[in-house]
């Protein structure tokens, strides 16, 4: 059964805090939870900065309790080697996910697939790794997955914010990221924002090949999604054929040459959503009209608890019991904790 968007969400309250004595940029979000068979429980795949990745477990009384006091972190992601092309450093871990099969991780030629972020001479690309179970080892294959473009192309200055799923009718990986251009596109509203774009792969390829552009901000003035678009989760939905969930932000960046990321991903982040009725969920997307909160509406004593400024990268968890957990981090830049929602529809 597929998702069915909610219009109602209950808020959980804090999953994962940063670090005790920890202070400065120390982020803690952009989740990823899959169904781990080898300890018959949820395992969570996380921007965890420094390092900028890790994982936990859930150790709830059972696969419906995700909230609060329910994840045990295990400490970084175990690698076994670099991937020959920038450094062993990456972030932003996402698993592999079956399309038909959400929040389980695709077992493609008797392996896990992982997706991540590297960084190479100041710029951002994609790589990938494997392992025979989601505790690991990781293993990076060599090079990048998904560089960044050339020139005046939409993604030529970054390829961030990944997220994998694999089409096991079609045999066929598909990636979504976040390209970030050097250059001025040739859009009204925003011509520096961020887009989501896609590539694909087919088992045997050694790297994916570029779509382009997928979801660019939205040309509608005030629209939530006009300034720039960030990471997306692709699921199968009820009343349309695929549903994504994305962070995006009405505000378009005006970044200068030294500007940091505040500038090239100005506030607020919001999550939202959007919809997709092909077969194959690479084009024919169309935007919801409002998000999901926006900033302004967070109630007093969730911003108490560190909610605020944005609202970043958002996950989708169908559980068992029809309940469906919305995690997302929120707070200011570089101080972002991890919270979760919950909807039944």
């Known amino acids: 059964m597929g998702f069915l ?3 109602r969400w209950t808020r959980g309250g ?7 004595g920890l202070s400065n940029s120390q982020v803690v979000g952009d989740p990823c939870v899959v169904w781990d068979p080898d300890i018959q429980q949820w395992r969570m795949f996380l921007f965890y900065s420094p390092p900028g990745h890790a994982h936990a477990v859930c150790i709830g009384k059972d696969a419906n309790d995700v909230g609060p006091g329910c994840w045990r972190l295990e400490g970084p992601i175990r690698f076994t080697n670099s991937d020959g092309y920038g450094s062993a450093a990456t972030h932003k871990p996402y698993i592999v996910q079956d399309a038909e099969h959400p929040g389980r991780a695709a077992l493609v030629d008797g392996r896990y697939w992982m997706v991540s972020v590297g960084q190479h001479l100041g710029r951002k690309y994609i790589h990938r790794a494997y392992a025979d179970k989601l505790a690991g080892p990781w293993t990076f294959e060599p090079g ?5 473009g050339d020139g005046d192309a939409w993604d030529a200055k970054h390829a961030d914010a990944v997220t994998g799923i694999y089409f096991p009718r079609r045999e066929q990986f598909v990636y979504f990221y976040m390209g970030y251009p050097q250059h001025k596109q040739p859009r009204h509203l925003s011509p520096m924002g961020n887009a989501q774009g896609v590539a694909v792969q087919r088992i045997g390829e050694t790297g994916a090949t570029k779509i382009g552009e997928m979801f660019s901000p939205s040309e509608v003035p005030g629209h939530w999604a006009s300034g720039w678009v960030g990471g997306l989760q692709v699921v199968p939905g009820r009343e349309h054929r695929w549903i994504g969930l994305l962070n995006a932000s009405p505000t378009p960046p005006n970044p200068m040459p030294d500007a940091d990321i505040t500038c090239e991903e100005p506030a607020p982040s919001l999550g939202g959503f959007a919809y997709c ?6 084009t024919g997307w169309r935007w919801r ?5 926006h900033v302004g509406d967070i109630p007093a004593d969730a911003v108490k608890t560190g909610e605020g400024v944005n609202l970043w990268r958002h996950y989708l968890l169908q559980l ?3 309940t469906t957990a919305l995690f997302y ?8 904790q991890l919270f979760v929602k919950y909807a039944r529809v």
Not at 14 to 20: C, T
Not at 144 to 148: F, G, Q
Not at 289 to 293: A, K, L, N, T, W
């Open 14 to 20: 804090l999953v994962l805090s940063k670090p005790a």
């Open 320 to 322: 068992p019991n029809g």
């Open 277 to 282: 009725d092909e077969e194959f969920p690479i």
């Open 5 to 7: 968007i909610p219009e």
């Open 144 to 148: 990048p997955l998904v560089a960044a």
């Open 329 to 336: 981090n929120s707070g200011p830049y570089g101080n972002e």
């Open 289 to 293: 009209d409002q998000p999901i909160e």
